[in-house]
């Protein structure tokens, strides 16, 4: 069964511009979640998809955004990068939602913004 | 203060020796506890999780919760190099609102065997 996969898995970008990551879950699995990990931060809670609907956000600005597709691929968005951004976009798939359920993560997309 | 606080470590032992991770973590209402690792350059994996107060053995591997103490740990007995990683506790509230998706994450501690 094939994992979490995410592409692109390194970017590089400048302060200003947009990006836009893609998380595609196992299959099977409804509910996607982002994270964004940096080393003073650590893991944070980027949003939660299920069924194309947002269902979870976190204490992020509105530059991050999100959707989901119906075939339960995600897509991320940033948008007027600022240095800060830069860090590991982790996205984590999981079978429901509802419950808790075993988050499955991708191995992440590493943005750099300059 | 954080919901979940980790030392960080960084944490060096001789392979072999037992390992003891630890997490605090403030929120009375969570209610699911996990274990990840997490390889350099990889995403984490779960390696555990604990529902209720109690132990958890898997293997090389014990989870322990402390519901009263909001306190809890991860046993590594008889350490590998290969068990050198970063280990991340997560916690998360029960089903619903808020919750939805979201795991709380302690600041993941860094853990080398040496051989």
Redesign the interface.
Known sequence: KAG?TQTPRYLIKTRGQQVTLSCSPISGHR???W?QQTPGQ????L????SETQ??K?NFPGRFSGRQFSNSRSEMNVSTLELGDSALY?C?S?KQ????N???????TRLTVL | QKEVEQDPGPLSVPEGAIVSLNCTYSNSAFQYFMWYRQYSRKGPELLMYTYSSGNKEDGRFTAQVDKSSKYISLFIRDSQPSDSATYLCALTLNAGGTSYGKLTFGQGTILTVHP
């Open positions: 979490v509910s996607v979640s994270y650590g893991l944070q809670f949003f939660e998809y299920f269902r979870n976190g982790l984590a999981s939602g509802a419950h808790y075993e988050q499955f993560f991708g191995p992440g």
